[in-house]
């Protein structure tokens, strides 16, 4: 049975867009930890920020939500965000600066088809940081189809990535 309709092959998710309780402690995470840049704020109450150039890959406000309390975790709502890496190296780079600030992760995991980092921001919403290994290393069942899983990721094994280049 064929679909109605099906999304465009290159379509992608261009940016999120969070509610925050502080906008000065949020960029505090996205551009001073993680590394993002400020392309523009929005008064006081909203910031835009992106990898690169981009006009925003992510949006923080605080409309709504100025010193709340985070959503509780078993509510409805956003799982995670994912940042995804250009490269392993460049995973290896960012885990490397999350443990010189002694910043802590949520969860690591290697997915076949990615290795990644978990994470929260200061008002708790997960953000995953991952690469992409090279679609033709992807898992694969016999029948050609795609079999991800949930493994443990080797740290140690990550930033060995950094005594290469």
């Given at each position: 049975?064929k679909?109605?309709?099906?999304?465009?092959?290159?379509?992608?998710i261009?940016?999120?867009?969070?509610?925050?309780?502080?906008?000065?402690?949020?960029?505090?995470?996205?551009?001073d930890?993680?590394?993002?840049?400020?392309?523009?704020?929005?008064g006081?109450?909203?910031?835009?920020i992106?990898?690169?150039?981009y006009?925003?890959?992510?949006g923080?406000?605080?409309?709504y939500s100025?010193?709340?309390s985070?959503?509780?975790?078993?509510?409805?709502?956003?799982?995670h965000?994912?940042?995804l890496?250009p490269?392993?190296?460049?995973?290896?780079?960012i885990l490397?600066r999350?443990?010189e600030?002694?910043?802590?992760?949520?969860?690591?995991a290697?997915h076949?088809v990615?290795?990644?980092l978990?994470l929260d921001?200061?008002?708790?919403n997960?953000?995953?940081?991952?690469?992409?290994?090279?679609?033709?290393?992807?898992?694969k069942?016999?029948?050609?189809?795609?079999?991800?899983?949930?493994r443990?990721l080797?740290?140690?094994?990550?930033?060995?990535?950094l005594?290469?280049?």
């Amino acid at each position: 049975m064929k679909k109605e309709y099906t999304i465009p092959n290159h379509t992608r998710i261009g940016h999120v867009h969070l509610k925050v309780s502080d906008l000065d402690m949020s960029l505090a995470f996205y551009c001073d930890l993680l590394g993002f840049e400020l392309m523009m704020k929005y008064g006081n109450e909203a910031a835009f920020i992106s990898a690169g150039g981009y006009h925003h890959h992510i949006g923080l406000n605080v409309w709504y939500s100025k010193g709340a309390s985070p959503a509780p975790q078993r509510a409805p709502g956003l799982f995670h965000s994912a940042i995804l890496f250009p490269s392993r190296r460049d995973l290896a780079v960012i885990l490397n600066r999350l443990n010189e600030k002694q910043y802590p992760l949520t969860g690591a995991a290697d997915h076949g088809v990615s290795e990644a980092l978990y994470l929260d921001d200061p008002d708790k919403n997960g953000v995953e940081l991952y690469w992409d290994r090279p679609e033709h290393l992807w898992p694969k069942k016999p029948d050609g189809s795609l079999d991800m899983y949930t493994r443990r990721l080797d740290l140690d094994n990550l930033l060995s990535e950094l005594k290469t280049s």
